[in-house]
């Protein structure tokens, strides 16, 4: 596609219930990264795959949340019982290159909410 | 460790002036900076990028400018304009990952 798609856009996810996000990346692209933005605060790296390897996950909060890339396409985030704290914006990049944070290109994130 | 500090978090500068943000970074093998301007409820967007070896780089009216012994880079924006308003955040890079700062909310005031 023409860019990062994101789906869904928007998910109110009721606390303990398990959430399942979606990126599609640009067709090509190796890299792909999850990032977490909280209300008012800057994107906070999450992960990182390239190709179906996942190359980096230090920034992933608990082991409550998983991402996988299994084709090293399309990449889904989970996160399993939900917390309140869990509610922010969930972006997806991705970048032709690997190895040199330039080229990103951000979809238009998940706003997850936990009640 | 990874961390890049950015200032103001807040800026309010009359239509027409100039603005400009300010980072500072740890890692002494940095070499790529990129700004991005996030509007609000959209995506990250990247504006304008640096790397080490140059000390300004210019795109129109936006500029940025790094100091690497003092390991800090600005973003100046001149004769900003109203769509010039939103949330911008300068970056480190490690590897493949970039390492966000907190961001600068900018208001353009008529």
């Known amino acids: 596609g023409a860019g990062v798609s994101q789906s869904p856009r928007y998910k109110v996810a009721k606390r303990g219930q398990d959430v399942a996000l979606r990126c599609d990346p640009i067709s090509g692209h190796v890299s792909l990264f999850w990032y977490q933005q909280a209300l008012g605060q800057g994107p906070e790296f999450l992960t990182y795959?390239?190709?179906?390897?996942?190359?980096?996950k230090s920034g992933l909060p608990s082991d409550r949340f998983f991402a996988e890339r299994p084709e090293g396409s399309v990449s889904t985030l989970k996160i399993q019982r939900t917390q309140q704290e869990d509610s922010a914006v969930y972006l997806c990049?991705?970048?032709?290159?690997?190895?040199?944070?330039?080229?990103?290109?951000f979809g238009s994130g998940t706003r997850l909410t936990v009640v | 460790g990874e961390n890049v500090e950015q200032h103001p978090s807040t800026l309010s500068v009359q239509e027409g002036d100039s603005a400009v943000i300010k980072c500072t970074y740890s890692d002494s093998a940095s070499n790529y900076f990129p700004w991005y301007k996030q509007e609000l409820g959209k995506r990250p967007q990247l504006i304008i990028d640096?790397?080490?070896?140059?000390g300004e780089k210019k795109d129109q009216r936006i500029a940025v400018t790094l100091n690497k012994t003092a390991k800090h880079f600005s973003l100046h924006i001149t004769e900003t304009q109203p769509e010039d308003s939103a949330v911008y955040f300068c970056a480190d890079t490690k590897g493949d990952k970039i390492i966000f700062g907190k961001g600068t909310r900018l208001h353009i005031l008529p």
């Open positions: 795959f390239q190709n179906e390897a996942q190359l980096d």
């Open positions: 640096i790397r080490s070896n140059v």
């Open positions: 990049a991705s970048s032709l290159q690997a190895g040199t944070g330039e080229g990103y290109t």
